[in-house]
């Protein structure tokens, strides 16, 4: 009766879930920048970063004297969107978050992570620290940072136009 039925629309409403989480955690994967967005006393700004990790921690590099990096030490809330290259507006699909960014204390995880998604980057770095010293001196006051949504909205187009679900983390 009631019991059996309250039971399955629980289990419909985990299986949903799952299903939109799998969604979302393949979107963190497959795409490579994340555009952070957030309110200084300047205004409205947004930054886009490649990026690597898991949706509950969104590592990225970046330096402390940019605008972004001054809002980080400035502990200003960000939002932030990941989208895919669309093809179409009817195959609009991706992520838009809100959350918090800090400096990543440890670096080994942040580094290998960003290492495995984007090889290239350690040229950059090895280069950039002994070879060119105008490079060296921009490189060298690079930080890693992580972005940790606290709200997550899945949106997609190809469901309906403007169609859009909100995990809970």
């Known amino acids: 009766g009631l019991k059996y039925k309250k039971q399955r629309e629980q289990h419909m409403e985990k299986y949903i879930e799952s299903k939109y989480r799998k969604e979302i ?4 994967a497959s795409a490579i920048v994340m555009t952070l967005a957030f309110q200084d006393q300047q205004g409205p700004w947004t930054a886009p970063v490649y990026y690597s990790g898991k949706l509950e921690n969104l590592f990225f590099l970046s330096s402390p ?3 972004h990096g001054q809002a980080i030490n400035n502990g200003l809330p960000f939002a932030a969107s990941i989208f895919r290259e669309p ?5 609009i699909k991706g992520l838009q978050t809100a959350g918090e960014v800090k400096k990543v204390e440890s670096e080994e995880v942040a580094r290998t992570s960003f290492l495995n998604k984007f090889p290239f980057v350690v ?13 060296k001196e921009k490189a060298g006051k690079t930080s890693f940072y992580s972005f940790v949504p606290s709200q997550v909205t899945l949106v997609d187009n190809s469901v309906k136009f403007g169609f859009h679900h909100t995990v809970s983390l």
């Open 87 to 91: 093809e179409s507006c009817q195959k």
């Open 123 to 135: 040229l950059f770095l090895a280069k950039s620290r002994l070879i060119d010293p105008l490079i």
């Open 25 to 28: 955690d393949e979107i963190v």
């Open 65 to 67: 004297d940019t605008r």
